[in-house]
């Protein structure tokens, strides 16, 4: 999930939505952490001018240079994937430690990707009708970090894609700095907006300092893990963190529409360090802000109210990964820390970009061998022994890393495909006895295969109707009728989409969203997309991106749901 969109303010400088990722999740923004330096462009020949690839490489010999279609200027990039190969080109740069940069491109063609190496977001489209349409995504160099791979990519048989105009800003470009590519007139384009494929997420403000400390208090204990199957749930995170174009809204106001409040964000003092940090927006980016003690009663009044308040870990740009048993165990102790200080019900899971993959010949989602999967699972499962039936889990994964697993599992039996393709449902399929909701981000996502064997793209009923399904129905792995991940009960699945056209794309107005409740839970005013699962009226909800999206728009999402299931 993401902090901002463009033309709000993080900070000192305009940033963008909540995820920079791909998931990974979209926004052109350059956030206020770098240190005071010029900004300038780090990538040569990002406009292919030159005539040739170079310093690109591409995969495969799979790239070149054309003259049409382009963006701006003569040329562009070409690069064909195939059936076994998706096409990546990409350039290697020298970058800051402790730097922000803002990567973005003009593409063309269907699932196009961009996205930085080694742990870095991604953002992708799943087609651009014909015309070149802007991605962009932030990200923040490690304490250490040095260098830095950018690439573009297309997916397996999805034919040739486009990219132009590929730029790396960021403070201290090199000395000289590479010639602008040149614009030109620039063709018609989509709108610039692509929003990223993750749910809530952050860019890290720094790495926190202290252990978070307190007497815990209202620890989860002895109660039941989830309210009855038949009643209904609306879910949302609250920026508690940041500042965007939403505005900041203080625990207590949080409307009583709220069932599940997902604090956002939880994130790692480095990416493999399993030390995970709840940092409270400072006074000087949220000058409403309240104390401590007042936001820490407040949500001992929101639980008292049946509420559940949960942190929730990750977003788009706290990526977090649990390479070892030692960042397991860190991973454990620190969120124990977190959940006790401010006195929280658990714990929602939302890692996106690359802090789950799977690695090559992980290829059994029931028995996970990849160590950040199989530290994940028993973390989750050390935090539930220690609080008890009463401790809430909740999941927010994209799209790509769930029903995406219908087509594509892991890099494949042969290797090559994205590692992350799936890569939550051994995870969930570990924890689904300990898991209290189950809410896939239904936006900011490329086209999904559903159980019709179609292609489902965002923007009506449709879609959310056919995600949805592949959890309620179960579904074979990579196509493996020998592999199936088994159906989830309605009453442990909510939907995920974002309240408002700002808060990510994939919105779709009130009459769409009581279009797919009708469809999932009574079989009724279906469009193209019948469910094989049958009619569920327990299907537990709704979650969407955010809280302070939904009171920004008048709170449009929270009322329809409101006034759908008659509360």
């Known amino acids: 999930m993401r902090r901002t969109l463009p033309g709000q303010r993080r900070a000192t400088i305009a940033a963008g939505t909540a995820s920079a990722v791909a998931a990974a999740t979209l926004v052109g923004v350059t956030l206020g952490l770098a240190p005071t330096a010029s900004a300038g462009e780090f990538l040569v020949n990002g406009g292919f001018e030159s005539g040739s690839l170079g310093p690109w490489s591409c995969s495969g010999n799979s790239g070149s240079v054309v003259t049409s279609p382009v963006h701006g200027g003569s040329r562009a990039l070409a690069a064909a994937a195939t059936a076994g190969d998706t096409a990546q080109c990409g350039q290697t740069v020298t970058v800051a430690p402790n730097t922000t940069y803002t990567l973005s491109a003009y593409v063309n063609g269907s699932y196009v990707y961009l996205g930085v190496d080694g742990g870095g977001p991604s953002t992708w489209t799943p087609g651009t009708g014909g015309s070149y349409q802007k991605l962009s995504l932030s990200f923040t160099t490690g304490a250490t970090q040095t260098s830095a791979t950018v690439y573009t990519h297309g997916w397996y048989g999805q034919g040739t894609y486009y990219a132009d105009d590929i730029s790396l800003d960021g403070p201290g470009a090199p000395s000289p700095t590479p010639t602008p590519t040149p614009t030109g007139t620039a063709s018609p384009t989509a709108s610039p907006t692509a929003t990223p494929t993750g749910t809530p997420t952050g860019t890290p403000t720094g790495t926190p300092t202290g252990t978070p400390t307190g007497t815990p208090t209202g620890t989860p204990t002895g109660t039941p893990t989830s309210p009855p199957a038949g009643s209904h749930a609306l879910v949302g995170y609250l920026h508690a963190s940041f500042a965007n174009g939403a505005g900041y809204t203080r625990m207590a106001d949080v409307p009583n529409s709220w069932d599940f409040i997902n604090l956002s964000f939880g ?100 028995s996970p061998t990849s160590p950040v999967i199989v530290n994940l699972i028993s973390a989750v499962k050390t935090l539930k022994a220690k609080y008890g039936p009463g401790f809430v889990l909740t999941m927010a994964p994209e799209t790509f890393f769930v029903q995406l697993g219908y087509q594509y599992y892991g890099s494949g039996p042969w290797g090559g495909q994205d590692p992350r393709a799936g890569a939550y449902l051994p995870v969930i399929h570990a ?34 109707v056919a995600m949805t399904d592949m959890l309620l129905k179960g579904f074979p792995v990579a196509g493996n009728a020998n592999n199936v991940f088994p159906a989830l009960p309605a009453s442990k699945v909510a939907i995920g989409m974002p309240a408002t056209t700002n808060a990510g794309n994939g919105y779709v107005a009130p009459a769409e969203v009581n279009k797919a409740l009708d469809c999932l839970t009574k079989l009724a005013n279906c469009g193209t997309y019948v469910p094989r699962s049958g009619a569920q009226p327990n299907l537990r909800g709704l979650m969407t991106w955010s809280i302070n999206w939904d009171r920004f728009g008048g709170q449009e999402f929270s009322k329809n749901f409101n006034g759908y299931f008659g509360r």
């Open 267 to 366: 994130e790692p003092t480095s990416v493999t360090s399993g030390d995970i940090r709840f940092n409270r927006c400072p006074a000087t980016e949220c000058p409403t802000v309240e104390s401590d003690d007042e936001f820490k009663a407040a949500i001992a009044a929101k639980r008292a109210q049946g509420k559940k308040v949960l942190i929730s870990i990750g977003g788009q740009n706290g990526q977090v990964q649990l390479t070892s048993t030692a960042a397991r165990d860190t991973f454990v102790s620190s969120v124990s820390a977190i959940i006790d200080k401010w006195g929280l019900d658990g714990l929602d899971i939302d890692f996106e970009g690359h802090s789950l993959s799977l690695n090559t010949g992980d290829t059994d989602f029931r």
């Open 431 to 464: 924890l689904r006895d300990d898991l209290t909701l189950l809410h896939v981000q239904d936006y900011n996502s490329g086209s999904i295969m559903g159980l019709d064997n179609q292609y489902h793209s965002m923007g009506g009923a449709d879609f959310h």
